[in-house]
């Protein structure tokens, strides 16, 4: 289970302040957030993953209380136990599709069955046709579902996707979804997923507003 404990943050010289008493998404559950640019949707995600550490309280996955832990030692948690969608992918654009999807599997013990894996992720998001191609040639929707796709090839018990869907067709963005959600149910994982689209609430067990979150 994630769970994160009477959470403060603020940017040094910062406007705002993000404050939240408590949250849990346990395993096999759903968690969006929504709200407008700029709002703190991304900033929640980061506290979540280790990426910046609260001012005060405690984000705990697990067992593991993040807060605590060294830069090196969060490092270590996000490469074997979380996956992560960034907005900007984060692709290495020198490594072709199949090299950015299985780059977690330096890291994980599972790395004998994650080419498989990784594969059948590609088939079913619809880039296994450029499995060999370079990132710097694929387009924006293309580079986000292997970014999408490098996040659950080493099976993480965490899924972090920050708006997974922005640069999708809508066929593509129902892919996309069905995806996400059948592996949290299927690998009982915690997902949360930040976006700025009122349409894909429904789809999830529980939401939360980042306008609810500031000072």
């Known amino acids: ?11 040094p010289g910062g406007a705002f302040c993000l404050a939240l008493k408590t949250l849990e998404v346990r395993a096999g ?22 990426l910046l550490s609260p001012d005060s309280g405690e984000v705990i996955c ?6 605590r832990l ?25 490594l072709t599709v199949e090299e950015n999807i299985l780059l977690p599997s330096r890291f994980s013990p599972l790395s004998g069955t994650i080419s498989a ?17 370079r990132a710097a040639y694929l387009s ?3 580079r986000q579902r292997v970014a999408i796709a490098r996040a659950l090839a080493h099976r993480p018990q965490y899924v972090f996707a920050d708006e997974p869907t922005a640069s999708l067709d809508t066929g593509r963005r129902g892919l996309v979804m069905d995806l996400l959600l059948d ?17 894909l609430m429904p789809l999830f067990q ?3 507003r980042v306008e609810d979150l500031t000072e």
Do not use: C
């Open 1 to 11: 289970m994630l769970s994160l404990h009477d959470i403060r943050f603020q940017y």
């Open 140 to 142: 924006q929707g293309e």
């Open 183 to 199: 592996y949290t149910q299927e690998t009982q994982a915690s997902l949360v997923m930040v976006t700025h689209d009122a349409e």
């Open 70 to 94: 060294s830069p090196e030692q969060r490092r270590r948690f996000r490469l074997e136990k979380a996956g992560l969608v960034f907005q900007d992918f984060a692709l290495l654009d020198y």
């Open 29 to 50: 559950e759903s968690l969006v957030i929504l709200g407008p640019s700029g709002g703190g949707k991304t900033t929640l995600l980061r506290l979540m993953t280790g």
């Open 117 to 133: 894996y990784a594969r059948e992720l590609a088939d079913r998001l619809e880039i296994a046709s450029h499995w060999r191609r």
């Open 206 to 208: 529980k939401q939360l």
């Open 62 to 67: 697990g067992e593991t209380r993040l807060n």
